[in-house]
């Protein structure tokens, strides 16, 4: 990797000046976030790694339209979302739960030795119905609490990733956990 530089403007100068090492370099630095955003966007693994990647192909042949003063990620974000939304557009099923091999690295990884099928069960219960819940969200409802509760960012991040102020990122997400909150409260009555 000689001739990268770790600071991110630089490594994108390189890259319009068709440096793929520079690319590589980004792409590990946000590759897991990328997945995980899109998971929480999808729901399905498979689904989420081949939308991360068509993200970082997209962002790669389109990379001199960025201004290489601005950071990468909020930039990078904005195809990362758009593709994920088209997928889900595409789907009949906004968002398919396929929970694929949770339930087994949960109960090995979260109960070890203390085997308790019921509590496993449980748990994998309320999170089909928070997947669920998610899916009845409309998109930047759903974006806002993937952001915040899957990824972690800061309300800080979250505004730079939807080129919005703090206010605006706070007053969503106070209506997404208002609406989402009424769509699982709803569930347990229907479920009664």
Not at 93 to 111: P, S
Not at 132 to 143: F, V
């Amino acid at each position: 990797m000689t001739g990268c530089c770790k600071n991110e403007t630089v490594l994108l100068q390189q890259v319009k000046g068709n440096c793929k090492a520079a690319f590589e370099e980004i792409v590990r630095k946000y590759m897991k976030q990328a997945y995980h955003i899109a998971l929480g966007f999808v729901g399905n693994k498979e689904d989420a790694m081949d939308l991360s990647q068509e993200a970082f192909y997209r962002a790669y042949k389109n990379i001199n339209t960025l201004d290489c003063d601005r950071k990468f990620f909020p930039w990078f974000y904005q195809i990362l979302k758009n593709l994920c939304f088209t997928h889900l557009r595409k789907q009949s099923n906004r968002l398919r739960c396929q929970l694929d091999g949770v339930v087994e690295e949960t109960a090995q990884h979260e109960y070890g030795l203390k085997f308790n099928p019921e509590l496993i069960a449980e748990k994998n219960e309320n999170k089909v119905r928070v997947w669920q819940a998610l899916g009845q969200l409309d998109e930047k409802h759903r974006e806002i609490i993937v952001l915040r509760h899957f990824q972690n960012l800061s309300y800080k991040q979250i505004a730079e990733a939807l080129y919005c102020s703090k206010d605006t990122v706070t007053t969503r997400l106070y209506h997404a956990r208002r609406m989402l909150k009424q769509i699982l409260n709803r569930k347990e009555v229907d479920v009664k």
